[in-house]
């Protein structure tokens, strides 16, 4: 635990990154010792011994209304999505479930998800400047890979929607468009998630957020969790 202390403490110190920061990467690392404790791999978790940086209220109330406070709220989100749009909604289910942003959801193909061993092969990125796909993944260099793992929740949704969509060929997007006739069977473009977010957040009665506030509802309620 001695040693964990000063892990996040060198992260406010010598990386010169927030409390908060610090805080969100320790509720991290507690969880995944949590689920390896679960999974039987170690025994103890140091994490839960060291305490988080107090932090000062003006500081939480500039975050408060970035995202969800209750999870209801996300859940609400999500089945409306599903009726509105449902390509949207499997993309959100990928962008809570892996954490993906949406440069690399978007070009997702079906040819790059394996399902043996549950896991999406980032091979492409969708490019918002000019709504363009490039071979590689944004923020990597070349040769190198990001492979999210796929948990139980997202298997069975994108099992579902495998099921459902006309658009289910190897070199088909995941995330592909059913509802405009203009744009059937295409990637979602930034301005096209954009307004499905607008109408989604309509459609459920909730309070508006940005896009990738739902990234941190999402994320906020799974580290609460553990």
């Not at 709220?73 to 089945?79: K, R, S």
């Not at 139980?152 to 969509?165: C, F, G, I, N, S």
């Not at 006739?181 to 977010?197: N, P, R, V």
Request: proline share 3%; net charge positive.
């Amino acid at each position: 635990s001695a040693q964990w202390r000063e892990t996040f403490k060198d992260i406010v110190t010598d990386l010169g990154k927030a409390k908060a920061t610090s805080n969100q990467v320790r509720a991290l690392v507690s969880k995944m010792y949590n689920d390896a404790i679960e999974a039987g791999l170690v025994k103890d978790n140091p994490v839960s011994k060291v305490k988080p940086f107090e932090i000062r209220r003006g500081r939480i109330k500039l975050i408060k209304d970035h995202f969800w406070h209750d999870l209801a709220d996300l859940v609400a989100y999500l089945a409306a999505a599903r009726d509105e749009e449902p390509g949207y909604f499997v993309y959100k289910m990928i962008e809570c479930n892996t954490g993906l942003r949406r440069s690399q959801i978007v070009p997702i193909k079906w040819k790059d998800l394996d399902g043996r061993n549950r896991v999406i092969r980032i091979e492409r990125s969708y490019m918002a400047s000019n709504d363009s796909i490039r071979d590689g993944s944004k923020g990597f260099a070349a040769g190198e890979e990001y492979i999210p793992g796929v948990n139980d929740a997202l298997w069975k949704v994108l099992q579902w929607w495998k099921a459902r969509t006309p658009y289910a060929g190897d070199d088909d997007y995941i995330c592909a468009q059913t509802k405009n006739e203009d744009s059937l069977g295409k990637h979602f473009y930034s301005w096209h998630l954009k307004k499905a977010h607008e109408r989604v957040i309509k459609r459920a009665g909730l309070k508006r957020i940005k896009p990738h506030g739902i990234r941190h509802t999402y994320a906020t309620h799974y580290l609460e969790s553990g």
